[in-house]
């Protein structure tokens, strides 16, 4: 029939932003956030101690949540670090000693320590180094604040009143074991709200997808606009290069 618009089915950007089942993740299995409990005044110059009660596995997560439990009733749920074990006495403070699974402000922590979990803020719960095997170190106390090493290799200045606890998150190695089968991938992805398996666009015909047919997907760029429309908006969205950048080396002075 002439005049006919023929279109193609919407591409997964479009059907992803809708919200249906199949992009949604199983939030409703996950156990807690992991964040430590309201930071105080007299926590900075104190110490409260507390127990570890159970240690389990949150769907989604690569690093165990460990469950503390303070005398002063309080509790909550965060990354274990390496060699801590149930019943593990912890304390939290200023005045807590330095030692694996404790908490402490960063301001309190030596140089050279390892530590993981690090508030970005005081009090915001905790949001640097808190996947498996991850740890940042203690480089400097200066009047600018505590330099950190963060486990990209880059340095940040942050509060002294920041929590942090001691140790490295557990969980390393765990990308090095090899998934054998599709299936196994496939659960891992779907309890992170992923799609799996995850085809290229240039391997699509040209009806499904921007970047598909062979015959012009090596002539399309594959930078678009912020501000691009749901049908077009794929690849490197709003990138300012559209290859990977180089480490820059420090020359040795």
């Known amino acids: 029939m002439r005049g006919e618009i023929v279109m193609g089915k919407r591409i997964r950007v479009q059907r992803r932003g809708r919200g249906g089942p199949t992009f949604r993740a199983a939030t409703h299995k996950r156990v807690a956030p992991a964040c430590y409990p309201p930071a105080t005044k007299e926590l900075f110059e104190n110490v409260t101690r507390g127990i570890i009660e159970e240690i389990l596995h949150d769907p989604g997560r690569g690093a165990p949540l460990a469950l503390i439990r303070f005398e002063n009733g309080e509790e909550c749920y965060t ?35 390892m530590i993981c979990n690090i508030e970005l803020k005081p009090g915001d719960g905790g949001k640097i180094a808190k996947s ?35 140790g490295v998150v557990a969980g390393a190695g765990r990308t090095e074991k090899p998934f054998l089968k599709a ?6 992805m779907r309890a992170r709200g992923r799609k799996y398996p995850r085809t290229r666009g240039k391997a699509m015909v040209a009806a499904v997808h921007p970047y598909g047919s062979s015959k012009r997907s090596a002539r399309k760029v594959t930078t678009v606009s912020r501000n691009a429309p749901p049908g077009k908006k794929v690849g490197l969205i709003a990138a300012r290069g559209a290859g990977r950048r180089k480490k820059r080396v420090k020359e040795s002075e």
Do not use: W
Request: proline share 5%; aromatic share 6%; charged share 15%.
């Open 79 to 113: 990354v274990v670090p390496e060699g801590v074990y149930t019943g593990q006495q912890i304390q939290m403070g200023g005045k807590a000693n330095i030692e694996v699974g404790n908490i402490l402000p960063v301001g309190k922590i030596p140089e050279g320590t």
């Open 183 to 188: 299936g196994a991938k496939f659960h891992l």
């Open 132 to 166: 498996s095997g991850a740890y940042a170190t203690v480089v400097a106390h200066t009047a600018q604040g505590v330099l950190i090493k963060l486990p990209s290799g880059k340095t940040k200045y942050l509060s002294d009143y920041c929590r942090a606890t001691i």
